[in-house]
């Protein structure tokens, strides 16, 4: 059964830090893509972040491109996101996806965790 689980998010002020852990099990990363998608109040859900198994690139929206980094430890089935320069537009709902076909994108993700908060303080 594949598994997410999301941890690390909370209260921090604009400016500060945050890592996500997103904690994998059922499934190899190696084989499969891997997201990270937020959703703030009244929007829609945006990928953010994303490492393809298919070409082995890793993808930033432009948001948060030079802000946050993603990466993965295969050893332990986890990936993370490193967020800093935080702002107020970060505040959202952060959720780690994956797909079986190894590519990213919002429509092809098949399986999610329940979510991390992040509340980021003006």
């Known amino acids: 059964e594949v598994q997410l689980v999301e941890s690390g998010g909370g209260l921090v002020q604009a400016g500060g830090s945050l890592r996500l852990s997103c904690a994998a099990s059922?499934?190899?990363?190696?084989?499969?893509?891997i997201g990270w998608f937020r959703q703030a109040p009244g929007k829609e859900r945006d990928q953010i972040s994303c490492?393809?198994?298919?070409?082995?690139?890793?993808y930033y929206a432009d948001s948060v491109k030079g802000r946050f980094t993603m990466s993965e430890d295969n050893a332990k089935n986890t990936v993370y996101l490193q967020m800093n320069s935080l702002k107020p537009e970060d505040t959202a709902v952060y959720y780690c996806?994956?797909?079986?076909?190894?590519?990213?994108?919002?429509?092809?993700?098949?399986?999610w965790g329940k979510g991390t908060l992040v509340t980021v303080s003006s």
């Open positions: 059922g499934f190899s990363l190696d084989d499969h893509a």
């Open positions: 490492i393809s198994s298919y070409d082995g690139n890793t």
């Open positions: 996806a994956t797909s079986s076909s190894g590519l990213c994108g919002y429509g092809g993700m098949e399986s």
